[in-house]
């Protein structure tokens, strides 16, 4: 693997990460073509991607395609995450997309990067002061694209919870774990009315606010389940 770095951190040249994906047999049927097209346009490849679906799937024979599906979604990515063995692993939902130049010159430090990206006419990124104060804060401060060390995602896995970016960056954030932040703007977050976790919605927003009361505790066990196993 050619990689140069200073320190801890790590300059890719070639890619330490696994790029995990989910899809029902519908999503894949609208967004699965093109996925394959964006991570196959990269300058430089992620060591291994994952397919988890249980739809048909036509895609390079260096990929990994799981069957499997779970109607709460997230468990699927922890599947995925489970099988990697590169040191980084990121999720990376079937309808967005990576910028060609996704890999160049990103820094992989601490035990997650928080990527930069746009939405709506505008960027998406979680900022040092959000992640120190995510805890208290009743939105996602850190809405950029988590690139998370394999070894953490695999201790710390996604929750059967609605907004699980949200969630799992608070129990990074309780957990004790390090985030770097990667200002250069390098994917887009594609956003429609009829993804699964689109739009207003009080119950999965209270659902987080319980999360977070119990990580300030630091009662909740690491794990997939909801509501979460306590100490």
Excluded at 16 to 29: F, G, H, K, L, R
Excluded at 43 to 70: G, H, R, Y
Aim: charged share 25%.
């Amino acid at each position: 693997m050619g990689a140069r770095g200073k320190g801890s951190a790590v300059v890719v040249s070639t890619s330490p990460v696994a790029v995990v994906t989910i899809a029902s047999p519908e999503y894949w049927d609208r967004y699965g073509a093109e996925f394959v097209s964006n991570i196959e346009s990269l300058t430089i490849a992620p060591q291994e991607v994952f397919i988890v679906t249980e739809a048909e799937v036509l895609v390079p024979d260096s990929w990994t395609v799981i069957p499997f599906w779970d109607d709460a979604i997230w468990p699927g990515v922890n599947v995925g995450v489970r099988q990697a063995t590169a040191d980084w692993s990121m999720f990376l939902p079937i309808d967005d997309r990576l910028d060609a130049n996704f890999f160049e010159g990103l820094q992989l430090a601490g035990d997650a990067v928080n990527v930069a990206g746009r939405w709506d006419n505008g960027l998406c990124y979680g900022t040092e002061s959000q992640w120190e104060r995510l805890l208290d804060l009743t939105h996602n401060g850190m809405p950029g694209l988590a690139v998370v060390r394999t070894e953490v995602f695999k201790r710390i896995p996604y929750r059967r919870i609605k907004f699980q970016d949200w969630a799992h960056w608070c129990e990074l954030r309780a957990n004790g774990c390090t985030v770097t932040f990667d200002r250069f703007v390098r994917w887009t977050w594609v956003r429609h009315d009829d993804a699964f976790s689109a739009g207003k919605d009080s119950k999965a927003v209270a659902d987080v606010a319980k999360l977070r009361k119990l990580l300030k505790l630091g009662t909740v066990v690491p794990g997939e389940e909801w509501p979460p196993v306590l100490r």
